[in-house]
């Protein structure tokens, strides 16, 4: 992953490139949407219905989501060599990776692991989120695995939801970094659990629909969270040139209708190594230490080790 200024960015007025989301006008401003009686309004009117829009936890600074408005992007590959990344730099201490796509979990499998132990236990109660913990002594962190194959997580009622963030929130003190890979979309159970992490990074491609719902991603985190530290990355880019140019497309999506946009937090750029490491079930770093995506996916973790300044959010 190479960073880049946002100085280098075209300004949000350019025009977009023609892949760029398309946002419809709205009924009222975004001001008007975004007003506190406009927020109260609505809050009320999903009460009445229910639906609980308050935070299940505060964000904790060591916990990192990784999210998708679309699937196919690379979100669970680069959670795992996140986390691996994180482990081989000291700064981040000890890193424990959890898969929460609850719909299909699938980190166990991109490992080769055959967890005894997952989140389907937690939640049934037999056992604590740290009792559920699994050892990759070869990459160097911990794993807490989903339930493989299994749908049957994917839409938990509000007492479980909450029951799983109270185990992670116990378990996340005792690690440097938590690393979350969250399920592809947007739903309010993806959303609620991308809260309880002190950061969240948005991965996309140049896919126009990659595009598309990593925007509604974001627009609907902001409006749950404002002011929260999302960041973007760009995965499986042909070259770091075309993954500034991606980039550029959805930031003046984002500046031209939210009025900032998340900042870049990395590129990762299409290696044939990642598919190898894929179909052999191994981490990538173990294998291919000094891949393009390898060296893309370190920097990334070197400057996560570092807190995001001030002003760094693009207006």
């Given at each position: 992953m190479t960073l880049r200024s946002s100085a280098r960015l075209r300004p949000a007025g350019a025009r977009l490139a023609k892949n760029?989301?398309?946002?419809?006008?709205?009924?009222?401003?975004?001001?008007?949407?975004?007003?506190?009686?406009?927020?109260?309004?609505?809050?009320?009117?999903?009460?009445?219905?229910?639906?609980?829009?308050?935070?299940?936890?505060?964000p904790a600074a060591r916990v990192i989501a990784i999210a998708s408005g679309k699937g196919g992007v690379g979100k669970t590959f680069l959670s795992a060599t996140l986390a691996q990344a994180m482990a081989r730099n000291e700064r981040h201490g000890r890193v424990l990776l959890v898969d929460l796509d609850l719909g299909l979990a699938n980190v166990d499998v991109q490992l080769g692991l055959s967890p005894e132990r997952d989140l389907g236990q937690v939640l049934a109660g037999r056992i604590t989120a740290a009792e559920a913990v699994t050892t990759l002594a070869e990459a160097g962190f911990h794993v807490l695995a989903g339930r493989s194959g299994s749908g049957a997580l994917a839409a938990l009622a509000q007492a479980e939801l909450s029951h799983l963030l109270d185990g992670l929130a116990a378990l996340a003190p005792t690690y440097g970094r938590v690393v979350l890979d969250l399920g592809a979309g947007a739903d309010r159970t993806v959303r609620r659990l991308a809260g309880a992490a002190?950061?969240?990074?948005?991965?996309?491609?140049?896919?126009?629909?990659?595009?598309?719902?990593?925007?509604?991603?974001?627009?609907?985190?902001?409006?749950?969270?404002?002011?929260?530290?999302?960041?973007?990355?760009?995965?499986?880019?042909?070259?770091?040139?075309?993954?500034?140019?991606?980039?550029?497309?959805?930031?003046?999506?984002?500046?031209?209708?939210?009025?900032?946009?998340?900042?870049?937090?990395?590129?990762?750029?299409?290696?044939?190594?990642?598919?190898?490491?894929?179909?052999?079930?191994?981490?990538?770093?173990?294998?291919?230490?000094?891949?393009?995506?390898?060296?893309?996916?370190?920097?990334?973790?070197?400057?996560?080790?570092?807190?995001?300044?001030?002003?760094?959010?693009?207006?």
């Open positions: 760029a989301p398309q946002e419809i006008a709205p009924q009222q401003s975004a001001r008007t949407a975004s007003s506190p009686a406009a927020k109260a309004s609505t809050a009320q009117q999903l009460a009445a219905l229910g639906i609980d829009t308050r935070p299940l936890h505060r002190g950061t969240v990074l948005v991965v996309t491609t140049d896919e126009p629909t990659a595009l598309t719902d990593a925007y509604a991603f974001i627009k609907l985190s902001q409006a749950d969270a404002p002011g929260a530290d999302r960041r973007i990355i760009v995965n499986m880019a042909a070259s770091l040139a075309e993954g500034q140019r991606t980039y550029a497309t959805l930031a003046r999506a984002c500046a031209r209708v939210l009025g900032a946009a998340p900042p870049l937090a990395g590129i990762g750029r299409r290696d044939a190594q990642v598919r190898d490491a894929i179909r052999a079930q191994r981490p990538l770093l173990s294998g291919h230490p000094n891949c393009d995506a390898g060296r893309d996916i370190e920097a990334l973790a070197a400057t996560l080790a570092a807190p995001m300044l001030p002003g760094e959010l693009l207006a």
